[in-house]
């Protein structure tokens, strides 16, 4: 009588960051603890996960940790794919299998998606490409999150701001000139990024807070140089509606810079 039973399949499991080895490349931990425990464990399947990566294969094979070396930075964005996995990798490292079919079946609606993923798992881990050119964002996990996905700290702001707004101060406070202009710069046909310049100028701001609630409402990396924010992604529509909805700044000091000129939202 022939046996029908299923043999379990047998998967390995990196002991320092908890994935298949496959996936261990989107683990922050990858030169630092992944490669040495491959090394030591299963220098063959570290071979093959090295074989197209040859400045780290270099960098292992001379025994230099990554702390003492530096890989190039990269030189463009994650792909969907890319990014999808390394989402999948930080939150749900079972699944990672069928990025493909989810891929298909979210075909042209992948921004929903991720939004939907950062909503119920948390934020998306950031883009290294965006990291080496702009720095990391300024997301951090001290504040409880309301409806909207920001924080305490940022629902407080206006309140606190009106606090500040009495007496002389106030009309300090009225003197400042509030001017925003809001950016996108296109990185490749598909890649691009929203910049606001100006939002120093709203008295009271602090552009950390802001530019962690614009990473929550695009579920997206946002970081802050030079008191200017950046973006991930094309929001320029949404980024003038939320500083004037959420920020409290006046329709008549948001300008939106569409091929050169400055067209205020207001009359947008």
Not at 94 to 108: P, S, T
Not at 122 to 130: A, F, H, M, S
Not at 244 to 261: I, R
Request: charge should be negative.
């Amino acid at each position: 009588m022939t046996s029908n039973a299923t043999i379990p399949r047998q998967v390995l499991y990196c002991d320092a960051c908890g994935m298949p080895p496959e996936y261990c490349e989107y683990s922050p931990d990858f030169e630092t603890h992944c490669i040495p425990w491959l090394k030591s464990n299963h220098p063959d399947i570290l071979a093959s996960l090295l074989k197209n990566k040859p400045t780290v294969a270099a960098t292992t094979e001379k025994g230099t940790s990554s702390s003492t070396s530096k890989t190039p930075a990269p030189t463009a964005p994650w792909t969907t794919k890319e990014r999808l996995s390394a989402f999948y990798a930080k939150y749900m490292p079972e699944k990672l299998d069928g990025i493909d079919a989810i891929l298909e079946k979210y075909a042209g609606k992948e921004d929903k998606l991720f939004v939907a993923l950062v909503k119920k798992y948390g934020p998306e881990p950031e883009d290294p490409y965006y990291v080496a050119k702009y720095g990391a964002g300024s997301d951090d996990d001290d504040d409880d999150d309301g409806e909207d996905g920001v924080g305490g700290k940022m629902e407080g702001l206006e309140i606190d701001d009106k606090k500040k707004r009495r007496g002389a101060a106030a009309k300090k406070v009225n003197k400042v000139d509030t001017r925003i202009i809001i950016q996108k710069i296109s990185r490749n046909r598909k890649k691009a990024v929203t910049h606001v310049v100006g939002m120093d100028t709203v008295p009271g701001m602090k552009l950390k807070e802001v530019s962690k609630a614009f990473s929550k409402r695009f579920a997206g990396s946002s970081s802050v140089k030079d008191k200017e924010i950046i973006i991930q992604g094309d929001h320029l529509e949404e980024v003038a509606e939320m500083i004037v909805s959420k920020f409290g700044v006046s329709e008549d000091a948001v300008f939106l810079d569409l091929d050169g000129e400055f067209v205020p939202f207001k009359s947008y």
